[in-house]
């Protein structure tokens, strides 16, 4: 009898240190898996490592680009606002708005240029096309300058960024042409230079 109640005994002790060296291993607050994640508590080894982090670095990630687009949004915004009332208290065609994308102060960063209309406040049909460009500088973008580059009666027909100029070709007009369809093509350029956009023009077609 008294060697029975010894192994009962023994049998206890074995299965509360096995029970104990099962409670070690579960995970504590804060462990961390070999994938980077934070696991919670009272996880196993298993389970801790099946747990996962990468939707939420993904989700984290997606807001931070949301984020920059809203905030760049915000920059074109303010600037195009404030040349629309410098330019004759004049307001935006915001549907007008076109843009092209490309590298404009040699830093090998994609810089961005925006071509917008103006059109009067004041009962009247005139409209003016201005070019701004921004420069990307860290994380998001900076107003660099803008100009007017066609008049009431004139259409720019193709815009794009390439060779470190903003080029474009504008329909303009010619002896004999009415005011609402222009027939010279005429080729120009512009390029950042000193934080001034100058033009460079090409030849009449």
């Given at each position: 009898m008294?060697?029975v109640?010894?192994?009962?005994?023994?049998?206890w002790a074995?299965?509360?240190?096995?029970?104990?060296?099962?409670?070690?291993?579960?995970?504590?607050?804060?462990?961390?898996?070999?994938?980077?994640?934070?696991?919670?508590a009272?996880?196993?080894?298993?389970?801790?490592?099946?747990v996962s982090?990468a939707?939420?670095?993904?989700?984290s990630?997606?807001?931070?680009?949301?984020?920059?687009?809203?905030?760049?949004?915000?920059?074109i915004?303010?600037?195009?606002a404030?040349?629309?009332?410098?330019?004759?208290?004049s307001e935006?065609?915001?549907?007008?708005?076109r843009?092209?994308e490309?590298?404009?102060?040699?830093?090998?960063?994609?810089?961005?240029?925006v071509?917008?209309?103006?059109?009067?406040?004041?009962g009247?049909?005139?409209?003016a096309?201005?070019?701004?460009?921004?420069?990307?500088?860290?994380?998001?973008l900076?107003?660099?300058d803008?100009l007017?580059?066609s008049?009431?009666?004139?259409?720019?027909?193709?815009f794009?960024?390439?060779?470190?100029?903003?080029?474009?070709?504008?329909?303009?007009?010619?002896?004999?042409?009415?005011t609402?369809?222009?027939?010279?093509?005429?080729?120009?350029?512009?390029?950042?230079?000193?934080?001034?956009?100058?033009?460079?023009a090409?030849?009449?077609?």
């Amino acid at each position: 009898m008294k060697k029975v109640g010894m192994l009962v005994g023994v049998m206890w002790a074995v299965l509360a240190l096995v029970g104990c060296e099962k409670e070690a291993t579960l995970t504590q607050a804060g462990d961390i898996n070999l994938a980077g994640c934070e696991v919670p508590a009272g996880l196993t080894p298993v389970q801790a490592e099946a747990v996962s982090c990468a939707p939420a670095q993904a989700e984290s990630q997606t807001t931070a680009g949301t984020s920059t687009a809203a905030s760049d949004e915000s920059v074109i915004n303010e600037a195009l606002a404030r040349d629309a009332f410098i330019f004759n208290q004049s307001e935006e065609v915001v549907e007008a708005r076109r843009f092209a994308e490309g590298d404009l102060n040699g830093d090998g960063v994609s810089d961005k240029a925006v071509l917008f209309v103006l059109q009067a406040t004041d009962g009247g049909n005139g409209y003016a096309t201005h070019l701004a460009v921004f420069l990307k500088e860290g994380s998001g973008l900076t107003y660099a300058d803008s100009l007017p580059v066609s008049g009431y009666g004139e259409g720019v027909q193709e815009f794009a960024v390439q060779g470190g100029m903003v080029v474009m070709k504008i329909l303009v007009q010619g002896p004999g042409d009415a005011t609402c369809c222009p027939s010279v093509e005429k080729n120009v350029s512009y390029v950042l230079h000193n934080g001034k956009l100058t033009e460079v023009a090409g030849k009449h077609e």
